[in-house]
């Protein structure tokens, strides 16, 4: 089956601790999103990447880090510098081929740090 | 910057009737690309329709309509035949040039039996 994988799907941290939050698609996209998504409100694009060793900041990259070492995977790490890290975690990708680029999206991971 | 703007933080709908959510949005670009996406309980964000600027006809998906007015920058959803399942927070979204999605705040859509 091809699909957006993001595991785990709840984390729980301590306060100061970085944690790593995985993100794996087979649907050979070439872009790949994290989103962030408060209760209530819609999602904020925090990192993005176009292709394999290259990303971009989003709208609320602060206190978060990325990498792009393969096509299929875009781990994200909330740091300790994330002043407010509890929040719903969303994964996206899309090709980069035609006009439309539609997003499609993993089934996120609700972190919880106390 | 673009924004994306839904006025209707909740509706409701009974079963088998027909609902029409609004998105407005700002822009200054003539290509463009909108989409409605729905997020139901479980939380997992999944396309509904999508709409490309250039394109006059509405989009149509089984029971999902849309009414874009590009003049008005308006891009509404009318779902028909209102079911249970419909029940979710949908998002309006728009994206022109590069690869970024600029959501909505969402609506809230309550289907009572």
């Known amino acids: 089956d091809g699909g957006i994988t993001q595991s785990p799907k709840y984390l729980f941290r301590k306060e100061g601790q970085n944690v790593t939050l995985s993100c794996e698609q087979n649907l050979n996209h070439d872009a790949m999103y994290w989103y962030r998504q408060d209760p209530g409100q819609g999602l904020r694009l925090i990192y993005y990447?176009?292709?394999?060793?290259?990303?971009q900041k989003g709208d609320i990259a602060e206190g978060y880090s990325v990498s792009r070492e393969k096509k299929e995977s875009f781990p994200l790490t909330v740091t300790s510098a994330q002043k407010n890290p509890t929040a719903f975690y969303l994964c996206a990708s899309s090709s980069l081929w035609g006009g439309l680029h539609e997003q499609y999206f993993g089934p996120g991971t609700r972190l919880t740090v106390t | 910057a673009q924004t994306v703007t839904q006025s209707q933080p909740e509706m409701s709908v009974q079963e088998a009737e027909t609902v029409t959510l609004s998105c407005t949005y700002d822009t200054s670009e003539s290509d463009y690309y909108l989409f409605w996406y729905k997020q139901p309980p479980s939380r997992q964000m999944i396309l509904v329709i999508r709409q490309e600027a250039y394109k006059q006809q509405n989009a149509t998906e089984n029971r999902f309509s849309v009414n874009f007015q590009k003049a008005a920058k308006s891009f509404s959803l009318k779902i028909s035949d209102s079911q249970l399942g419909d029940a979710a927070m949908y998002f309006c979204?728009?994206?022109?040039?590069?690869?970024?999605?600029?959501f909505g705040e969402g609506t809230q859509l309550t289907v009572n039996p």
């Open positions: 979204a728009y994206r022109s040039g590069g690869s970024r999605l600029t």
């Open positions: 990447s176009q292709i394999v060793n290259d990303f």
